[in-house]
T-cell receptor
């Protein structure tokens, strides 16, 4: 079966660092995406990993270990505007390139 | 603005009525996806198109749901005989058919069935 697990909620303090974990068990794998979604808005793309290792993009970094079925999103120098849901999605290995979505992690950044 | 657009942004309808939503993808994107999302959940895949061909439809989708993309550009999603359980945010996304197939989302259509 297809399964993606993320923590439901996390809380962090402005200026701090937070790591959001994602584990997956899917029949195929062809890349992992992280999206940010503010309440009432559509998801927006943050990062993409297809090979093992760390991808850094400004304050956000994403890590992938394919052998462990594990990824994390690292947010540095947290700002209040980072309060949002963070969605992990795995791309199917089939021709349809369909994304399999986690339920999302709701991050609250407190002053 | 050259992003994905959806219309309407909000729709309130009575149970049993039919509704139709429209999605205009990014112009050079040939893949188009429809998702449904309820509060506290991730997007739930409904269907996707490559150009005008509907290549996959979720088994979760009842036959009350139909989608078209007649000329390979905009797409419509129709729900017939709406039920209260259809209340959700309907998201459209588009992508190129090349790596990394990154999907860009529209603002969504929020459907409320009363």
């Amino acid at each position: 079966g297809q399964n993606i697990d993320q923590p439901t909620e996390m809380t962090a303090t402005e200026g701090a660092i937070v790591q959001i974990n994602c584990t997956y068990q899917t029949s195929g794998f062809n890349g992992l995406f992280w999206y940010q979604q503010h309440a009432g808005e559509a998801p927006t793309f943050l990062s993409y990993n297809v090979l093992d290792g760390l991808e850094e993009k400004g304050r956000f970094s994403s890590f992938l270990s394919r052998s462990k079925g594990y990824s994390y999103l690292l947010l540095k120098e947290l700002q209040m505007k980072d309060s949002a849901s963070y969605l992990c999605a795995v791309r199917d290995a089939g021709n349809n390139r369909k994304l399999i979505w986690g339920l999302g992690t709701s991050l609250a950044v407190n002053p | 603005d050259t992003g994905v657009s959806q219309d309407p942004r909000h729709k309130i309808t009575k149970r049993g009525q039919n509704v139709t939503f429209r999605c205009d993808p990014i112009s050079e994107h040939n893949r188009l996806y429809w998702y449904r999302q309820t509060l506290g959940q991730g997007p739930e895949f409904l269907t996707y198109f490559q150009n005008e061909a509907q290549l996959e439809k979720s088994r979760l989708l009842s036959d009350r749901f139909s989608a078209e993309r007649p000329k390979g550009s905009f797409s419509t999603l129709e729900i017939q005989r709406t039920e209260q359980g259809d209340s959700a945010m309907y998201l459209c996304a588009s992508s190129l058919s090349s790596e990394p197939y990154e999907q860009y989302f529209g603002p969504g259509t929020r459907l409320t069935v009363t």
